[in-house]
C-alpha cells in the first residue's frame, strides 16, 4: 500500500506556478529520493507537504495513508506522522532545546491519544537518542537552534526526528553545508529508523548523501515536474551528466 | 488641566480639607503637597509626561474612603501564592497586622505609628506624588540596619471596589536601607473592581547597600492604579527592579532615581503584559549627580486586543556625573490590529563623556518561527503562547530571587490560560 500519493500536484508562490503537476507514489516502508536543479520545485514541494503558508495549491491532491493531507493544519499532520527537516532550521531564542522538544512530542502524544511523556523519562529517551547520534547531551541546554554551526542546526533536525518517530520524513536538502562527518550521523540517524514503518522524501541536489542513504528509488524534478524516475543508478549517472544533459533529454 | 480633571482634583482636595485634622505626621508637608497638587491638579495630555497617558476616565468616577473592613480586598489573598517569608499585608490601603507575619531581625513599622512625609523634593514636578503626600494614611516602613541581610520580605498590596462603590487609597512605604544593607523585596499588588491605588514608595539604599526589587502588579480591569517609586542611592548602592504588569484600565508607574554616589547602579527590568482595553504606562525618571554610575531601562511590551503600553524615560545627566552609563530599550510584541506602543526616550546631557544610549522595536510574531513549531505538531495557540514567553525570556529568567520568578512565570502562564490567542 502507498504511503503517500501525489496526484498532478500544482502549487504556487506569489503567482507563480512552481509545481506544474507531480505524480509521484511513495509506499510504505521505502525511502525515495528526489534530486533536480536549483529552482527546479524541490523546496516548494517540501513545504506544500507540511503546510506552510504562503503556497497555494491549485490543482491535484495528496492523500497521506488514505487522508486529505492537503486539508490538514501543518500540527495535524505533524501529529499524524509527517516530519520535515527543514533546510534552513528556524531559530527560537528563548526556547530551550529540551523543552521544545518534549511540547513537541508531548503535543505528538496528546494528538495520537498517547499518554504524554514526563521530564524524566523525556530526558532518559533524549539522552539515548543523542549518544546514538553521537551528539553532546550539551545541546538540549541551547536555546533551538540559537547560536548553532549549520551543521549542529542539521543534527539538531534529525535529533528531532529520531524523538519524533514520524512514519514519513521529509529531508529537505539536509545535506548541503555538511562536512563529511555530520553528513554520515545525519544518514545514520536516518539509517536507524529505516523499517516497515518508516518512509522519507530525500530531497537533494547532491549524489553524495546518497551514497549513505540508498533509496529505493530516484525521481528528477525538472521545471515542477518528475521527468525521469528509476533506481539508484540514475542518482550515480546524473552525478556524470549533470542536470543540464537531462534537462534537454527531457525536452 | 483640563475641566473635568479639575473637578476631579478639587475631589481630592476638598477630602483632603475634610480629613487634615485626622491625618498623622507633620501638617506643613500635608499642606505643601497639598497646594502643589491644588496647582497642578490632574494633568491632561497637554502635559509633556502625561501625553500618552489620558487620566480623563478617572473624571468619571466618583470615589470615596474605604469603609475599613476591606472583606473583598481582604479575599483576594486567597490567589497570593504561599511562602515562609516575612509578609506584609495591606488592604485597600491599610496595614493588616493580623494577616501579616513581621521579622525579627530588623526594623518594620506601620506608617501611621512612623509617618515620615517631607523627604522627597520631586512633588513639584510628580503631582501624583503630591496626592498621595496629601492623602496618605498607612503603609510600611522597613529599616534594615547597617551591613545588614535582611533576606526576604514580601509586601502585599490588595484592592476592591466596595459594593459598587468607587474606593480610592494612597499608601506610603519607606524602604530605608542603611549603608552595606542588603533586601529582597516581593512586591505583589491584585485588585478586583472600581479602585484607585495610588502608593508611593521610597527607598533610600545608603553606601554599598542592595535592593532587589521584584513585582507583580496585576490588577482589575477597571481599576486606576497611579503608583510612584522614588529611589535614592548612595556610593556603590545597587537597585535591581523586575516589575512584571499585567495592568489595571489605566496603570502608571512612575520611577524617579537620583543617582547620587559614585559608582551606584540602577536597572530596571519591566514587562508590561496587556489586554483587552488596559492601558499600561511606566514612565522612568532618572537623574545622575554622580560620576561613574550606571542605569539600564529594559521594557518588554505584549499587548493584544486594543490595550496600550507606554515607555517613557528621561536620564539627565548632570555636568558632573562623567563616565555615566545610560541605557533605555523598549521592545514591543503587537498580537493584534488595534495593540498599540507608544515609546519617548528623553536624554538630557550636561557632562562631556558619558555614554548613553536608547533603542526601540516593535514587531509581531516570526511567521517562520511559527510554522517550525507547528510543523514539530505544537497547535497554533500552544506555540504562540511558546514564543510569547520567549520574548519576556529575558526578563524572566534573569530575576536572581527563585521564589520571585516564580511568582511572575505563574503569572504569565496563568495570564495565557485566561486569554487563547
Known amino acids: 500500500m502507498a504511503l503517500l500519493e501525489i496526484e498532478g500536484l500544482r502549487a504556487e508562490v506569489e503567482g507563480k506556478e512552481i509545481l506544474r503537476g507531480i505524480d509521484l507514489i511513495l509506499p510504505i516502508g521505502e525511502v525515495h529520493a528526489i534530486m533536480g536543479p536549483n529552482g527546479s520545485g524541490k523546496s516548494t514541494l517540501a513545504y506544500v507537504l507540511s503546510g506552510r503558508e504562503g503556497y497555494r495549491v491549485t490543482g491535484g491532491a495528496v492523500r497521506f495513508e488514505g487522508r486529505d493531507l492537503l486539508a490538514m493544519e501543518p500540527e495535524e499532520r505533524a501529529a499524524s506522522g509527517l516530519f520535515l527537516a527543514f533546510q534552513y532550521p528556524v531559530e527560537l531564542p528563548g526556547v530551550g532545546n529540551a523543552n521544545f522538544l518534549r511540547t513537541a512530542l508531548n503535543a505528538v502524544r496528546r494528538a495520537r491519544g498517547e499518554k504524554e511523556i514526563d521530564a524524566v523519562n523525556f530526558l532518559k529517551e533524549a539522552r539515548a537518542a543523542l549518544r546514538r547520534l553521537s551528539m553532546a547531551d550539551e545541546m538540549l541546554k541551547r536555546?533551538?537552534?540559537?547560536?548553532?554551526?549549520?551543521?549542529?542546526?542539521?543534527?539538531?533536525?534529525?535529533?528531532?526526528?529520531?524523538?519524533?518517530?514520524?512514519?514519513?520524513?521529509?529531508?529537505?536538502?539536509?545535506?548541503?553545508?555538511?562536512?563529511?562527518?555530520?553528513?554520515?550521523?545525519?544518514?545514520?540517524?536516518?539509517?536507524?529508523?529505516?523499517?516497515?514503518?518508516?518512509?522519507?522524501?530525500?530531497?537533494?541536489?547532491?549524489?553524495?548523501?546518497?551514497?549513505?542513504?540508498?533509496?529505493?528509488?530516484?525521481?528528477?524534478?525538472?521545471?515542477?515536474?518528475?521527468?525521469?524516475?528509476?533506481?539508484?543508478?540514475?542518482?550515480?549517472?546524473?552525478?556524470?551528466?549533470?542536470?543540464?544533459?537531462?534537462?534537454?533529454?527531457?525536452? | 488641566m483640563s475641566a473635568v480633571l479639575q473637578e476631579a482634583a478639587e475631589g481630592f482636595s476638598a477630602r483632603f480639607r475634610k480629613l487634615a485634622p485626622r491625618l498623622p505626621g507633620p501638617a506643613e508637608a500635608r499642606l505643601r503637597a497639598a497646594s502643589s497638587f491644588r496647582a497642578r491638579g490632574f494633568p491632561d495630555t497637554r502635559d509633556e509626561a502625561f501625553r500618552f497617558t489620558n487620566l480623563r476616565p478617572l473624571a468619571d468616577l466618583s470615589f470615596a474612603e474605604p469603609d475599613g473592613a476591606d472583606e473583598a480586598a481582604l479575599a483576594l489573598l486567597a490567589r497570593v501564592p504561599a511562602s515562609e517569608w516575612p509578609c506584609l499585608v495591606f488592604a485597600n490601603g491599610r496595614f493588616r497586622a493580623e494577616r501579616s507575619r513581621l521579622p525579627d531581625d530588623y526594623h518594620v513599622a506601620a506608617f501611621a505609628d512612623e509617618p515620615v512625609l517631607d523627604s522627597i523634593e520631586a512633588e513639584e514636578s510628580a503631582p501624583l506624588t503630591a496626592l498621595n503626600t496629601m492623602l496618605a494614611e498607612d503603609g510600611g516602613v522597613i529599616s534594615v540596619p547597617a551591613g545588614a541581610d535582611a533576606g526576604t520580605l514580601v509586601l502585599v498590596s490588595l484592592g476592591a471596589g466596595e459594593d459598587g462603590r468607587a474606593v480610592d487609597f494612597h499608601p506610603r512605604h519607606r524602604v530605608i536601607l542603611a549603608a552595606g544593607a542588603r533586601l529582597a523585596l516581593i512586591e505583589i499588588v491584585l485588585g478586583e473592581g472600581v479602585y484607585l491605588h495610588n502608593p508611593v514608595m521610597e527607598a533610600s539604599l545608603g553606601a554599598g547597600a542592595r535592593l532587589m526589587h521584584v513585582k507583580l502588579q496585576n490588577e482589575s480591569a477597571r481599576a486606576f492604579h497611579l503608583s510612584s517609586l522614588h529611589v535614592a542611592l548612595d556610593a556603590r548602592a545597587a537597585y535591581e527592579g523586575f516589575s512584571l504588569i499585567c495592568g489595571a484600565r489605566l496603570a502608571r508607574s512612575e520611577i524617579h532615581a537620583d543617582i547620587k554616589g559614585t559608582g551606584a547602579s540602577l536597572a530596571m527590568n519591566v514587562a508590561q503584559l496587556l489586554d483587552g482595553e488596559r492601558h499600561a504606562d511606566t514612565t522612568a525618571f532618572v537623574r545622575h549627580l554622580a560620576p561613574g554610575c550606571s542605569s539600564r531601562q529594559a521594557v518588554k511590551n505584549v499587548i493584544t486586543g486594543r490595550a496600550q503600553g507606554v515607555f517613557q524615560g528621561k536620564i539627565a545627566v548632570a555636568r558632573v556625573a562623567q563616565k555615566t552609563d545610560g541605557y533605555q530599550m523598549n521592545q514591543a510584541l503587537l498580537l493584534s490590529d488595534e495593540a498599540q506602543v507608544n515609546s519617548k526616550p528623553e536624554l538630557e546631557i550636561f557632562a562631556d563623556d558619558v555614554k548613553c544610549s536608547h533603542g526601540a522595536t516593535v514587531g509581531a510574531l516570526d511567521p517562520e518561527q511559527l510554522f517550525y513549531l507547528r510543523s514539530r505538531g505544537v497547535p497554533g495557540d500552544e506555540a504562540r503562547a511558546i514564543l510569547v514567553r520567549a520574548f519576556l525570556a529575558e526578563m524572566l529568567e534573569t530575576v536572581p530571587h527563585e521564589w520571585g520568578r516564580s511568582v511572575l512565570e505563574n503569572a504569565v502562564d496563568t495570564w495565557w490560560k485566561d486569554r487563547p490567542l
Open chain 1, 143 to 251: 536555546n533551538v537552534n540559537v547560536g548553532f554551526s549549520g551543521g549542529e542546526k542539521k543534527r539538531n533536525e534529525v535529533f528531532q526526528m529520531a524523538l519524533l518517530k514520524p512514519r514519513l520524513a521529509i529531508l529537505d536538502e539536509t545535506d548541503s553545508g555538511l562536512d563529511i562527518d555530520a553528513l554520515k550521523i545525519v544518514a545514520d540517524g536516518v539509517n536507524a529508523l529505516r523499517g516497515k514503518d518508516f518512509s522519507a522524501l530525500v530531497i537533494t541536489h547532491y549524489q553524495r548523501l546518497l551514497d549513505h542513504i540508498v533509496p529505493d528509488r530516484v525521481h528528477v524534478l525538472s521545471a515542477g515536474r518528475i521527468v525521469r524516475s528509476g533506481g539508484p543508478e540514475l542518482a550515480k549517472a546524473l552525478e556524470a551528466s549533470g542536470y543540464a544533459g537531462l534537462a534537454a533529454e527531457a525536452a
